[in-house]
């Protein structure tokens, strides 16, 4: 597109057709004062700050919503703007505390006030917990008030609700900017806020005064960022202030694995934001509210114990690496086990395998998920294989959603699903419960629990116009739905959405085969979303019995001889089995790496448990502190088989250290070689060597990836909420009690 010109301030810039004037004057560095305007939000117009004086024209009009003309003379300081700037200015804080702006004592105040910030009400800057990070302070600073008498304040008392479980809402504070509806309205379909009365006795809130629970709010925090006030305030970090520092790090709470900010003050994370501004870029209510408490709760584990008796004792980690690897120098190769979660980092899962496999000689290592997905593991691992980017949605013509609920779990998908609605793409969704996308999508399939498969396989006979079969309980009416959505269906491109409940669902082991079948005959992108942070990781790592590092069967000979040639060790014989850990008195060492031990482990079993956190009343002998995500440099791989490289924000607490660190001590005890790693990228190096695209937003190479699992089980054994190294987050984050997931 040909651009257009125009002066700003008397200098000449080319912009495109379609700019607003605000967007054209940010780009060449002119600075224009709005509250109103929010970057990915849509122009509102609503606080008037940000107007101009056009030539041609006498009135001023708001740059936020006036698009660029070619030719077009702006001017954005005049003084007839700035007394304007300043009226509007001095209407905005007759109904804000103001107290603080306008007193003369304010520069020498912080040392006076040190007790009284914490106070229940608001009546000044210094007793506000967005103090230094206020917009409206800023643009006090920006317009000025010298000499310009302010008008009365008008207190509006409204009483501050702190009954949501994450956040504070002080609407005295709110200046009725509107970016807390809008940011709701444009990317959920719940539109959780809206004004409420009229005139000066306007307000913002939930309809009738509902709780953000009651109201289906899915606790994204995209309102809080975006306020510019203290009107919205998180419990957890408000009084903490400026951070110190932040630190890009990945989500390993599910396996969308989003970017987010962990912003840290004096070697603790305060805060978890989205990498990208609101309305681009948005995390789950656990992310963004449940981390802080997650990696800084009391409980963590700071030194290495060992049990003696009843009783437990801290050791250095010399003298625990000394007994442990004392005690694994004796066990045999079929008496030890490892388990090891699959929401740990790749470092970690790839040097607990080669342990198990160089060290221990063995192939007896696994993830708990064996159980998590059952009979249908294999069907996952081939939905994985082949599974795309949510970004595809960008781009479809229909999506089909089958047992995903975007309320709470990876509800960042939801801005993806709500910007394809605009686009005109038509929504399905498949789900035997009440969810999140039951009112909203253009057809919802609601088959009985454990006949989702067979609703699949009828819709499929619906595509090809043939007869679907009326079973007891099924109505003509469920027919002609069946019908019309196969016509939904059928709009190419198609996405299929996969989420946990399907994933987990009693009767995987036929759903998948059912999504697997109708994928092909409508040529689908496949996009699985398991609740595993890595679990792609878990399989390209070759943490399974039956799986090698590249995520290739063990019976591959190839990748088998390069292993060896690598390791310089001769690879165990014996292929291992998937339910060692669940053969009580079979083993003498089971190592638990991020999971806490099984129930029934017998009290024949030394149990060496790695974790953030002490076990849940569990037998146990030896305790070893790990850090947590946000405490190392590490990478993922998520449902798309993305490679995404995480930073450390802060030190590990006390005396924990990751847990490829750990097990790197221990061999090295034990005499082994190959485990030298002073770095994660001196692993991340030697992984690269053995699979490709395993580098940073790579796609790893999943070509022959396996898709068969020896493991088999009845039914799977799903776990009810999100959890993270053996724990449900809400067993630490106070809030996400609440929710009752």
Known sequence: MKPIRITIDGRMVEVEKGMTILDAARRYGVYIPTLCDYAHLTPHGSCRLCIVEVEGSPKTPTSCTTPVEDGMIVRTQTPRLRSLRSELLRLFLSEHPVSCLVCPEQDHCDECMITLRKSGVTTGCRSCPKDGRCELQELVLRIGLDNIPTYPVHYRNLPIEKGDPFFDRDYNLCVLCGRCVRICEETHFSGTLTYLARGNKTIIGTAYGRSHLEVGCSFCGACVEVCPTGALVEKYSKWDGKPDGEALV????????????????????????????????????????????????????????????????????????????????????????????????????????????????????????????????????????????????????????????????????????????????????????????????????????????????????????????????????????????????????????????????????????????????????????????????SIMMGTYPDILPGGVIISDEEQRTRLVNRWSVPMPIHEGDCSFWKKPGKLQVLMMIGENPPANVSETTYVIMQN??????????????????????????????????????????????????????????????????????????????????????????????????????????????????????????????????
């Open 612 to 741: 953030i956190y002490p076990p849940r009343q569990s037998k146990v002998d030896f305790l070893l502190p790990s850090a947590a995500f946000s405490e190392t440099n590490s990478s993922w791989i998520n449902y798309a088989g993305v490679m995404h490289l995480s930073h450390a924000a802060v030190r590990p607490p006390g005396k924990a250290l990751a847990s490829w660190e750990i097990l790197c001590r221990i061999a090295r005890l034990m005499g082994a070689r190959g485990f030298d790693f002073t770095t994660p990228e001196e692993i991340q190096t030697e992984i690269a060597r053995i699979m490709g695209g395993f580098w940073e937003k790579g796609t790893v190479d999943r070509f022959n990836m396996a898709t068969t699992m020896s493991y088999k089980t009845r039914k799977p054994n799903p776990e009810g909420e999100q959890d993270y190294l053996g724990y449900p987050l809400s067993h630490w984050a106070e809030g996400l009690q609440s929710l009752n997931i």
């Open 250 to 537: 990945t989500c390993p709470i599910c396996s969308i694995n989003c970017t987010m900010r962990l912003e840290t003050k004096k070697g603790e994370v305060i805060n978890s934001l989205p990498a990208e501004l609101p309305g681009k870029g948005q995390l789950c209510v656990y992310g963004r509210f449940g981390i802080p408490e997650l990696v800084n709760h009391p409980y963590r584990l700071r030194v290495p114990q060992m049990k003696e008796g009843l009783s437990w004792r801290n050791l250095e980690w010399d003298e625990a690496s000394q007994v442990i690897a004392e005690k694994l120098f004796n066990c045999p190769a079929d008496g030890f086990g490892c388990l090891i979660s699959a929401s740990s980092c790749n470092e970690d899962l790839y040097i607990a395998q080669k342990f198990a496999r160089v060290v221990m000689r063995t192939h007896q290592i696994c993830t708990p998920v064996v159980d998590t997905y059952g009979g249908g593991m294999a069907g996952v691992m081939r939905l994985l294989k082949q599974s795309v980017s949510i970004d595809a949605l960008d781009t479809v013509r229909s999506i089909f959603c089958i047992g995903l609920d975007a309320r709470y779990a990876q509800s960042v998908v939801e801005l993806n699903l709500v910007n394809a609605r605009k686009r005109g793409a038509a929504l399905v969704t498949l789900h035997p419960k009440e969810h999140s996308l039951s009112l909203y999508a253009d057809q919802w399939l609601q088959p009985k629990e454990g006949e989702e498969a067979q609703l699949i396989y009828d819709l499929i006979r619906a595509i090809h116009n043939k007869p679907i079969p009326v079973r007891k309980g099924m109505s003509k009416e469920n027919v002609k739905q069946l019908q019309g959505t196969a016509q939904f269906i059928q709009r190419a491109p198609l996405a299929i959405l996969i989420g946990p409940y399907a994933l987990t669902s009693p009767n995987n082991i036929n759903l998948i085969p059912a999504i697997e079948e109708l994928s092909k005959e409508l040529n689908a992108l496949i996009i699985p979303l398991p609740a595993e942070g890595n679990l792609i990781g």
